[in-house]
């Protein structure tokens, strides 16, 4: 078997970030995503790159005004309210819309050779903070498969967790409505799931900036034969693809070269390997951003036409896997 790229993004604009951040802190960023992701699309289509959208429920939406007609009956009670952004709609503008909707960016994305709509959730949905229920989660997950399935995208089958948030104990409710695939989690105690208000934290993002630069935890490229879990394909992540920084920037070669390292390591063994990143993580720096894109792009049409390395997006992996074991 072929070793397979896999490239997934998770387009979620402000909605990933109210939590945390506001539009004077994060909102540059979000606009500058907006722009980007016209540009990610032609190195794509160039290189013949196959990529899955985590797309936010909220997104679809025009506006604001649209946003609170479609709220489902069963809200997230997190223990920490700030975590629902149902609690942001009543203080967003309209004016503010072009942070929080661009249903014009899911059609270009629609459109784009190889490209695969997947769900995000409908309101970037924590699942394994503490207060959240499998009822609210799957009452919001119908929200997102409906409201994408009104503006065009019927079939949503790939889901990428926001936060990284993956629960096992929802994966009856993904194959209910439909989905067969998410993208999982790296191996091991750095990339585990955790909570926001785990004390390990500090800790894991440490560790794991300097493993984004150093081997330190492996190459993370799995068995293709080993990713469906019964029933349900877990298209495990490789490498988050950090941001330029101008502070790291003389760590630059270090950090493409490990993931161009792990690209390698899964052609020559025929596994897995799984790049992930956000449109917004190229909002500022863009053109540096993209040139490491590319730069990955052309190691991989390397590895295509040297191993016949194959980029495929998580909804094709799912297939490959399923019908692998009928």
């Known amino acids: 078997m072929n070793g397979i790229m896999t490239i997934s993004l998770d387009f979620e604009m402000m909605w990933g970030y109210l939590d945390c951040s506001d539009i004077n802190g994060y909102g540059d960023n979000v606009l500058g995503g907006k722009k980007a992701i016209p540009r990610i699309l032609e190195l794509f ?53 072009r942070y929080f909707f661009a249903p014009e960016l899911i ?16 309101s970037h949905f924590y699942c394994v903070e503490k207060g959240q229920t499998i009822e609210q989660f799957e009452e919001d997950l119908r ?24 629960n096992p104990d929802y994966a009856g409710v993904l194959k209910e409505n439909g989905i067969t695939a998410y993208r999982g989690n790296e191996e091991g105690i750095l990339y585990q799931p955790s909570g926001f208000e785990d004390s390990r934290n500090i800790i894991r993002r440490a560790v794991r900036l300097l493993d984004a630069y150093i081997n330190l935890s492996g190459y993370h490229c799995k068995d293709i034969r080993e990713l ?60 540096k951003n ?5 730069e990955i792009l052309e190691h991989y049409e390397f590895l295509n036409q040297k ?17 692998k074991n009928d």
């Open 45 to 97: 289509t160039q290189y013949g790159v196959h990529a899955t959208w985590g797309v936010v429920g909220f997104i679809y939406k025009s506006g604001i005004e649209e946003a609170k007609k479609t709220i489902p009956e069963k809200l997230p009670t997190y223990k920490n309210p700030k975590y629902s952004a149902y609690s942001y709609l009543d203080g967003i503008k309209p004016e503010e819309n």
């Open 107 to 122: 059609q270009l994305i629609r459109n784009a050779p190889y490209q695969e709509i997947a769900t995000h959730t409908y």
């Open 143 to 166: 929200t997102a498969l409906a409201i994408a399935a009104e503006n065009g995208d019927t079939g949503i089958k790939s889901i990428l967790f926001p936060r990284n948030q993956g």
């Open 228 to 287: 469906n879990e019964d029933g349900i394909v877990n298209v495990t992540a490789s490498r988050y693809m950090r941001p330029y920084s101008k502070p790291r920037a003389f760590l630059e070669g270090l950090r493409l070269n490990r993931i161009k390292k792990q690209m390698t390591y899964a052609a020559e063994n025929g596994r897995l390997f799984h790049l992930w990143w956000h449109p917004h993580d190229f909002g500022l720096n863009t053109d």
């Open 290 to 294: 993209l040139a490491n894109l590319k």
């Open 307 to 323: 191993y016949g390395f194959e980029s495929k997006n998580i909804g094709e992996v799912a297939d490959l896997c399923l019908n």
